[in-house]
């Protein structure tokens, strides 16, 4: 159907929604890309169209540069996350005019890493941002090398800034030899918490050009750290852009000898933050809206977020693979504290019906943790799991119910650890809230 036919249609569509009370999801893009599979063709963007992807910190990333660019300019982003072609196609159809035309200065969209070249073979691309890409919810995702090498076609014909995380073997190898795009490096200098041996189970330990076994100086998280090739170049990078200095405990780092301060508290958003910088520095951003973004940015919607339910401290945290889950017991075993933990699993069509990712989650090192809960529609197997850790089976309780989970963690005093993968977000920060809301008297 002719792309401005379709346009109207699902603006039409997108203003019932909203007529409705709804946002329109990704409906308005489902329905024009049915009507016109090449329709992301047709949108003519005047500003600079930015993606960002990697199987980690997606959303954060996005918000954060968002943030940073709308300090010197217009910005469209699906910030809540909407990262697949119908999603980005609604944006973009509740965004343009009627004949497809998007006036802003930036356009920064978030992308799921299997739909790179799928959305954006028929939508222009200035900047490329990678995060990390580690092994995911694997029926959903498939192998790691499988994607990497998907994303390495997608830029034999790419010419535009190819912004890459140096650390990462798997995203840095993507730069190894490109010579159409402008390839830029970022990194995290070595943090307090850095290993020289790899703690979590990873991937990308053999060099992909040739072979060899790869050298690290160090391990920041997994197996993102300070590596290089003894046998090629693969690893010798310059780095373009270097966040260093970091007192995560503190909540201050350095950037271009400017000390920075931030809620941020792992080592991963640090990357996160690295990268906005790295992309904020190609459009000459003043070092001041950096600063200001970063200080002000709040982590919310169960990512890290603090909260007090019952007077006792709780931190309320997403994780959707083995790695978000490591690093996540990895700040808590920053705190020395004695806590409580909760681990709600579900094994929802959206977060993969095989939760055998759960066996990768380092639970031996678990620090001062006093009892675990497990919850959702998959409590069993999480605790099943926990126990074979080599946790105390008699710290362990088990409560299908959300409901009864949460009255039961905060029947103790203490510090609490809420952790929840994807489906099991809402559900769980309304049980968490709604507690401190009924002994509150709010
Ligand atoms: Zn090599």
């Given at each position: ?46 500003g600079n169209?930015i ?13 954060l540069i968002s943030n940073i660019l709308s300090n010197s300019g217009s910005v ?29 200065d930036y356009?920064v ?18 900047s490329?941002v ?31 800034n190819?912004i ?77 852009s ?13 950037y271009n000898?400017k000390?920075f ?12 933050v690295?990268a906005a910088f790295m992309l904020s520095s190609i459009y000459d951003i003043s070092m001041d809206y950096l600063y200001e973004s970063v ?148």
């Amino acid at each position: 159907m002719y792309y401005k036919i379709v346009i109207l249609i699902c603006k039409f569509v997108y203003k019932f929604m909203k007529l409705l009370g709804k946002n329109g999801g990704t409906l308005p893009g489902n329905i024009a890309l049915r009507l016109n599979k090449n329709i992301l063709k047709h949108f003519n963007i005047t500003g600079n169209v930015i993606a960002v992807t990697g199987t980690n910190g997606k959303t954060s990333t996005t918000n954060l540069i968002s943030n940073i660019l709308s300090n010197s300019g217009s910005v469209v982003s699906n910030r809540e996350g909407n990262n697949i072609n119908t999603g980005i196609t609604s944006l973009l159809v509740k965004n343009c005019d009627l004949s497809g035309n998007i006036k802003c200065d930036y356009l920064v969209l978030e992308c799921d890493e299997h739909y790179i070249p799928v959305v954006f073979k028929d939508l222009k691309l200035d900047s490329f941002v990678v995060l990390n890409f580690f092994r995911d919810q694997l029926d959903r995702t498939g192998e790691v090398e499988t994607l990497i090498q998907k994303i390495d076609k997608f830029l034999e014909g790419y010419t535009g800034n190819l912004i890459l995380n140096s650390d990462d073997p798997n995203v840095s190898r993507l730069g190894f030899n490109k010579s159409k795009c402008k390839v830029y490096y970022y990194g995290v200098e070595k943090f307090s918490g850095a290993t020289s041996s790899m703690r979590d189970r990873g991937e990308g330990k053999y060099c992909p050009f040739c072979s060899a076994r790869l050298e690290y100086d160090y391990y920041q998280y997994s197996h993102v750290g300070k590596f290089h090739c003894p046998n090629c170049d693969f690893g010798k990078n310059n780095i373009d852009s270097i966040v260093s200095g970091i007192d995560l405990k503190k909540g201050k780092f350095e950037y271009n000898n400017k000390t920075f301060e931030t809620r941020y508290n792992t080592i991963y958003n640090m990357y996160n933050v690295s990268a906005a910088f790295m992309l904020s520095s190609i459009y000459d951003i003043s070092m001041d809206y950096l600063y200001e973004s970063v200080k002000g940015f709040e982590l919310n919607n169960g990512r890290l977020e603090s909260v007090v339910i019952n007077d006792c401290p709780t931190v309320l945290n997403l994780v959707k693979n083995p790695t978000g889950a490591n690093v996540t017991i990895n700040y808590m075993n920053q705190d020395d504290e004695h806590k409580e933990m909760m681990f709600v699993l579900n094994d929802k069509i959206a977060d993969g019906k095989d939760v055998s990712w759960i066996w990768d989650i380092n639970f031996s090192i678990l620090n001062n943790v006093d009892r675990i809960i497990t919850s959702g529609t998959r409590a069993y197997d999480m605790a099943v799991r926990i126990k074979n850790s080599g946790y105390d089976v008699k710290k362990i309780e088990v409560y299908q119910s959300i409901d009864e989970a949460v009255n039961n963690l905060y029947k103790n005093n203490g510090k609490k650890y809420v952790i929840f993968n994807y489906t099991a977000t809402t559900d769980t920060r309304r049980a968490v809230l709604n507690y401190k809301g009924d002994k509150n008297g709010l």
